[in-house]
């Protein structure tokens, strides 16, 4: 196919797009770099095109000017696009295209204001993808920095680390208190991710599962019953019990259950489910159905 041909492609974007980029990179190599990655900047809601075919591709010819050009172009899309709107293309494929470099430097260029690290900013978000992708304790170390920094979506790329890592020695050292502490805090928001990544923590450090047990027994019930099984995944008669004591007393649930409940065995439950769908508590029966499906 002709070159021209395959650039038409990467102007059409999706997956063709994305395949043409890859053999346009073959055929030029870092010659197509410049042109590549403005077509990334002006279809940043193309995932297919920015992450599994410019950001693949490119990867290997990327260098430390082109994550400056990165972080420019990140704050150039956040002024031009309001809240909410996708960027995900340009954002995943940023990330990807940075992996090959020195972590501490990208981190440098993208995270340099401290003021902006909140949920929307996407330099931030841009950071969290690319130490999602590492999962090494290098990122996992930045991951929980970006933390204590007040980034909540660190605790999404903490869980990817921790749980995902092919690294038999992820060092979990840095983590402290604090991390427990801004955890707990959000452990029952809308769709947070706390429990499950705290869950993960405890694992690697059980001197930090001890400060959750000691919160857990401030709990009652169910409440206490979650943080106690967030140190103990493997201990479900935690959460039975406590479901059982929901139906004994005849009380449904104050707040969402953060744990994921399809992963329980229920085999030999029927009748509890039974009971506990009697209760009529929205809460509980939507988190039950979402089990039972």
Known sequence: MHEAQLWALVDLGGSLGAAAAAQIVHLEKARAKE????????????YNLCVNGIGVALKPFITEDDALKVANWAESLQDRFEEGDDLVGFQAGAAKLLEHLDIDYT???????????????????IMCDLLGNLKTTA???L????????????????????????????????????????M?????DEDSWSFDTLSLVCSGRRDLATLVKNEAIKQEGLARAILLYCTEPSNEALIFNALEELVANGVGLSKRIP?????????GKEGLLTELVQ??????????LVTWN
Request: charged fraction near 30%.
């Open 107 to 125: 981190a440098e260029i993208l995270l340099k204001d401290k003021d902006e690290l909140h949920h929307n900013n996407l330099k931030t978000e």
């Open 143 to 182: 991951a929980s920095d970006l933390l204590l920094k007040g980034a909540k979506q660190a605790v999404i790329t903490i869980f990817f680390i921790c749980k995902y890592s092919s690294s038999r020695k992820l060092d979990y050292g840095h983590f402290n208190s604090a991390h427990v502490s801004l």
């Open 259 to 267: 744990l994921e409940l399809n992963e329980l065995n229920w085999e």
């Open 35 to 46: 042109r590549l990655l403005d077509a990334m900047l002006s279809k940043p809601d193309d």
């Open 184 to 188: 707990l805090e959000t452990i029952y």
């Open 279 to 288: 209760l009529r508590d929205a809460r509980l029966v939507d988190a039950l």
């Open 139 to 141: 990122a996992l170390r």
